[in-house]
């Protein structure tokens, strides 16, 4: 057996490795209140909830670490999760709140209680700016709570929006693979699909067709730190298709027509505005093709089907968010509608 | 269900109180000499004649020339979770509620010297006046975020931001030992209110508030216990758990009875 401990966040996630199968165990690792443990003894915490007694061949850790007293504890150094994710070289990670990882270039997500305004833009609902700061600046005194509310999940989900867009934009980071790999608990714990696959498409405003998969166990960290000392298991691991396809977004700069053919007898039409967001109802395991026209070009892609279905995204790039306050919670609304099967949180 | 343990106020056998002459001076004690809060330890040179108290009961430890006194004492430590701006002594005074604002109205110069107690400090003013007064510090549950980054007078926050109550358990002992010279270290986050008589009666005062130093960090939670609560709309709020349920815990709470995920929970020591 062998652990690979992403000691990162608020909630320390363990990889166990076995001969035959892997699994991925959450540890929260309390508050910033006192008492709390030194380094080394919630390393050993860690462990002990996720494995008990049992002794592990190996253990190996990603976080912002550094202490003497590891080398008894750890087989290998600690890692700092920026440059593990960097090596495990796939094409775009997003890690939740801590770290962006773009095409290999793994940037620390910004302070977000400065971010507070940029926040509030992304909220279909008006916000005292100061509940936005206070909420977030508490996040970090008690890093481990969880939202309950629909409030508190829509702050953590336009905040993610900040998160993410703001070092692409910053560091001019190119989005140029056609998939991400989505990991952190403000995605694996959203709602549903469809809020996963609109809080990327709003930060990460691919072009083109773009596959959205989700890291459900949030193993990321984890795995690329494996991946630095034990290339071979984190191969096995990933061999196994360990991310859920959620579904697959298009997205035109203007307005488009669309024929879906789903190898039914007639294929279905769709026609898109320009800035329409529209969900096509794709179902997981069912396999389209795609042809569309547009003012300037014609085309066709292949897309698969997943719980988030088939979103054309017409919103054009860069995407802008009106100015006046009841026209942007407007936008935001018709936008989620559009998106989703079904509403986003039970009224 | 294992659970975080949140402790605020303790009590030390063995604390240091460093009085600090900030340049050359005179000492007017020795190393073992005992002390009282109001005892002269040193003498400021080259000042207008500026003597320096002990400030606390206890004995000298070490004499640092041009720097400090090093006073030993026993004392409360009343543990926050962020402070801002430096070291301040002054007498603690309740201005407020446990979990009520200190308002603008309440900050007057009859405060000035004092180290003022409430539920939250509602807005940046309050702030700025408390100091523009002579307040030596503030202790509270909570103020804004914004507010509290702008402040420049030592504050300390026992719950966190926004305007959670003030710990009832921390109230409690600050409200009786209300007039006692306290010392406040916002980076160590910390309140220390420490014995100032040699006497039994004082030695009681300060063990009866507090509690026994705990190591665990977690422990598994269970019925009857006091959490402290961390759900937006209870945030920082005291409950009894009346039942564990998985991952969720039912809480009792003003009366009421609120189902709460574990991770939202502390349990109070």
Known sequence: MILSIDFGGAVAKVLIVRERDFEVVEVPLGFRTRPRLTISETLRYIIKQAVGDKKPEAIYASGEIASVELKEILTKPPL??????????????????????????????VEIEDYAEDIARW??????????????????????????TEREIRLEQAAARVRIRSPITNYQLPITNDYVIASGGVFSKAPTASCVVLTLLDALQPEGLFKVFLDRKQMLPALAALASYNEEEAQKILDQDPFAFLGAVFSVPEGAFFQVDLGLAEPQEL????????????????TAKVRFE???????????????????????RPLELPRGENERIRVLQEWEESICFAPLFKK | ML???????????????????????????KKGSKVRPFDFVAEIKDTVRQRLTAGVGGE???????????IQTSAVIVRGVVGAGGDSEGEIRIAAAYDGPIGLDLVTADWAG???????????????????????????????????KKAGLPTLLTEGFGRPPLNRKVFEFLKNVEGRN???????????????????????????????????????????????????????????????????????????KMSVPGRNLGIIK
Do not use: W
Request: hydrophobic share 45%.
């Open chain 1, 123 to 148: 909220l279909p609902f008006e916000v005292n700016i100061s509940e936005i700061q206070n909420y977030f600046a508490n996040k970090k005194l008690y890093p481990q709570i969880i939202p309950t």
């Open chain 2, 182 to 256: 306290v010392f406040l270290s916002p980076e160590r986050e910390e309140l220390l209110v420490a014995r100032h008589l040699d006497g039994e009666e004082d030695r009681r005062e300060l063990l009866e508030a507090q509690s026994e130093e705990v190591t665990e960090v977690f422990i598994e939670l269970q019925k009857g216990m006091e959490v402290q609560v961390f759900t937006s709309a209870n945030f920082g709020q005291m409950g009894e758990v009346e039942k564990v349920v998985g991952d969720m815990v039912e809480v009792g709470l003003n009366g009421d």
């Open chain 1, 294 to 316: 547009t003012k300037s070009r014609k085309g066709e892609f292949e897309a698969e089907g997943g719980p988030a279905g088939l979103v054309i995204d017409a919103r054009g």
């Open chain 1, 271 to 286: 026609e898109v505005s320009p800035g329409e967001l529209v969900v096509f109802p794709l179902d997981t395991g069912k």
């Open chain 2, 114 to 148: 004092s180290v003022l107690v409430g539920g939250h400090v509602p807005t940046l003013e309050v702030f700025k006046k408390a100091e523009a007064v002579g307040v030596k510090g503030i202790v509270c549950g909570g103020a804004d975020f914004a507010a509290f």
């Open chain 2, 3 to 29: 659970c975080p343990v949140i402790q605020k106020v303790i009590f030390s056998k063995k604390v240091f109180v460093e009085r600090r002459l900030g340049g050359e001076g005179r000492f007017f004690v």
């Open chain 2, 60 to 70: 000298v430890v070490k004499l640092i020339p041009g720097k400090a006194v090093l």
């Open chain 1, 80 to 109: 700092d999760p920026v440059e593990a994710l960097e090596k495990l070289e796939l094409p775009i990670v997003v890690v939740g709140a801590g770290i962006i990882c773009v095409n290999g270039t793994a940037v620390r997500g």
